[in-house]
């Protein structure tokens, strides 16, 4: 069973745009939505995380949206540039306990030419 | 990398061979985790540990075992590795209800 479902698989942009990966997950006791940035030959890194207390959330030019109803969290990547050119995760966890896991998207490759 | 460090970051292994993989990190957190990362998958929880001598199984533990017997260090063993464990492995740390962080990964290739 995936509980975190990630789209699209890979992303093509040109610069400027506006990238838009999206993420829905099933376990309504998920409270925690992080999105990890990976560049080729590195672990993945905390880009930015979101709590269902709150909407939105923008750190500089990434924002993440977030419908709690609908069960869905997203990325938009504001005036992109090659070097946002990474593989993208989302992932999930719910707190409280000793229980602390992650459970991640498949991720998105993304893109950004010149 | 939040002083995360794991070794080998390469390593090139026969079927049927035992296998270790070692993560060391410098943060004191409580929390240490085993991915791996395969194409079309994404990260896939192997193992977990909360606490010294307190480990449990994530989504793909079939054919791996952990220990950690230090805060600091955190061991994957492959006890007869097969070619459906080629993979890149990531160890992450983290404290409760707080970011993970990630080391750099140790890609396995079994022949």
């Known amino acids: 069973q995936q509980q975190v479902k990630q789209s699209p698989q890979s992303l093509i942009v040109q610069k400027g745009g506006i990238p838009i990966i999206n993420c829905a997950y099933e376990?309504?006791?998920?409270?925690?939505f992080p999105w990890y940035q990976q560049f080729p030959g590195k672990g993945p890194a905390l880009l930015i995380a979101?709590?269902?207390?709150?909407s939105e959330k923008k750190e500089g030019r990434f924002t993440i949206s977030f419908n709690k109803s609908a069960k869905q969290f997203s990325l938009h990547i504001m005036d992109s540039q090659p070097g946002d050119s990474a593989t993208y995760f989302c992932?999930?966890?719910?707190?409280?306990?000793?229980?602390?896991?992650?459970?991640f998207g498949k991720g998105t490759l993304l893109t950004v030419n010149p | 990398d939040a002083g995360i460090t794991q070794s080998p970051r390469h390593k090139v292994t026969e079927t049927g061979t035992p296998v270790t993989l070692r993560c060391h990190q410098t943060?004191?957190?409580?929390?240490m985790y085993w991915y791996r990362q395969d194409p079309g998958h994404g990260l896939r929880l192997i193992h977990y540990?909360?606490?010294?001598?307190?480990?449990d199984k994530g989504e793909v533990s079939d054919g791996y075992s952990v220990s950690r017997s230090k805060t600091e260090d955190f061991l994957l063993t492959l006890e007869s590795a097969t070619s459906s464990q080629t993979s890149v492995y990531f160890c992450?740390?983290?404290?409760?209800?707080?970011?993970?962080?990630f080391g750099n990964g140790t890609r396995l290739t079994v022949t």
């Open positions: 992450a740390t983290g404290q409760l209800n707080s970011p993970l962080h």
């Open positions: 992932a999930a966890s719910r707190s409280g306990g000793s229980n602390y896991k992650l459970t």
């Open positions: 376990n309504t006791a998920f409270d925690y």
């Open positions: 979101i709590r269902p207390d709150v």
């Open positions: 540990s909360y606490g010294v001598k307190d480990t």
């Open positions: 943060e004191n957190h409580r929390y």
